[in-house]
């Protein structure tokens, strides 16, 4: 945050004691800070304020958090951070697959959450590179055009759709991904339900792509949600 216009936050949450919480953390990092306790508020300040980010709470008190997700997606693409207490994965999905970014529980460690937000930053700002034919990501280098991969600069062979769906993970660095949209992606509306061809393909991204494909460090899982590709395998 060094503009001389430091980045807006907007808490959509009811709670008074984890909006203080997050409010403190976020302006020891330089952020401009917004609240909204409400759905309705949450939707309408959105739109007035157009935040650089949102963290959103899943139960408000007048609605559900995905609405005021599904109703800022009409017209945004800033990062959004889910913050509940809702540990369930179906809750997880619906919110991911309603467009947020990124979903953390309560309770959460400040550190652990200030670094979801640098990682959605940095996604932020890559979209703006997001035409640029080489994309790098850790020791692997993407060449979109091409369709070449290269991994500490040596070329890895991929099949098309394995290419696909490192190519749809890496437009999405930092970002969890859900099963459904990867299928949706890489292998057509069709294929949504056909959880087992992404575990295959994700299986054989990882043994070439990896130092050490038992203990992944770029392709991620997130546990019964979908995959994450992250910005470095540090």
């Known amino acids: 945050m060094s503009d001389d216009t430091p980045s807006r ?18 302006e020891g990092d330089g952020w401009r800070v917004s609240e909204a306790p409400g759905a309705a508020q949450a939707v309408a300040e959105a739109k007035t ?16 958090g995905v609405d005021v997700i599904v109703a800022t997606r009409e017209w ?34 400040i550190a652990e959450l200030l670094a979801r937000v640098r990682a959605s930053m940095r996604r932020r700002a890559a979209d703006a590179h997001a035409d640029e034919r080489i994309v790098r990501i850790a020791d692997v280098e993407i060449d979109r055009v091409a369709h070449i991969v290269k991994k500490h ?3 890895v062979h991929l099949t098309p759709i394995e290419f696909r769906l490192l190519a749809v993970l890496a437009a999405n660095v930092g ?25 295959v393909f994700m299986g054989a991204l990882r043994h070439k792509l990896e130092d050490d494909p038992a203990q992944p460090k770029l392709l991620l899982t997130e546990t019964g949600v979908g995959y994450r590709l992250v910005a470095s395998a540090a």
Not at 80 to 86: G, L, N, T
Not at 175 to 199: F, I, K, S
């Open 9 to 26: 936050a907007l808490i959509v949450e009811d709670d008074l004691a984890i909006r203080r919480v997050l409010r403190a953390a976020l």
């Open 49 to 64: 304020l157009r935040p650089d980010l949102m963290f959103v709470d899943l139960g408000l008190p007048d609605g559900d």
């Open 76 to 109: 945004s693409r800033l990062p959004i951070i889910v913050i509940s207490a809702r540990s369930q994965e179906e809750q997880k999905v619906r919110a991911l697959d309603a467009g947020a970014d990124d979903y953390v529980e309560k309770p959460f460690r």
């Open 153 to 155: 600069g040596s070329e």
């Open 175 to 199: 970002r969890v991904l859900t099963h459904r949209q990867l299928l949706r992606e890489v292998w057509g509306p069709a294929r949504v339900e056909h959880g087992h061809y992404l575990r």
